[in-house]
Nanobody, 119 residues
């Protein structure tokens, strides 16, 4: 099986930074793509950013210029550098991986990490 574990969430003030990490472990043949999603209370889960194993990135308009997604293929770890945080960035952040488990391509989710930005 494959497991995704997020870390790095916390409570910060507006304008500050955080870096989230997502480590993939288990029977990984290769990673096709990974992404970060977030869900605020009472709202639907939304895409934050995605990255392919080749480094192609995609960002939600609300985070462009402030967040940077990256991946370390050797470590099977993805990162999200979040700068200039705003109160509206407050949410549970989830890691998603499109990963080959043995020869089968599947989507996996982490358990989430809370990011709270105070004004």
């Amino acid at each position: 099986q494959v497991r995704l574990v997020e870390s790095g969430g916390g409570l910060v003030q507006a304008g500050e930074s955080l870096r989230l990490s997502c480590a993939a472990s288990g029977s990984i043949f290769s990673i096709n793509a990974m992404g970060w999603y977030r869900q605020a209370p009472g709202k639907q889960r939304e895409l934050v950013a995605t990255i392919t194993s080749g480094g192609t990135t995609n960002y939600a308009d609300s985070v462009k210029g402030r967040f940077t997604i990256s991946i370390d293929n050797a470590k099977n770890t993805m990162y999200l550098q979040m700068n200039s945080l705003k109160p509206e960035d407050t949410a549970a952040y989830y890691c998603q991986g499109n990963i080959f488990y043995l020869s089968i391509l599947r989507n996996y989710w982490g358990q989430g990490t809370q990011v709270t930005v105070s004004s």
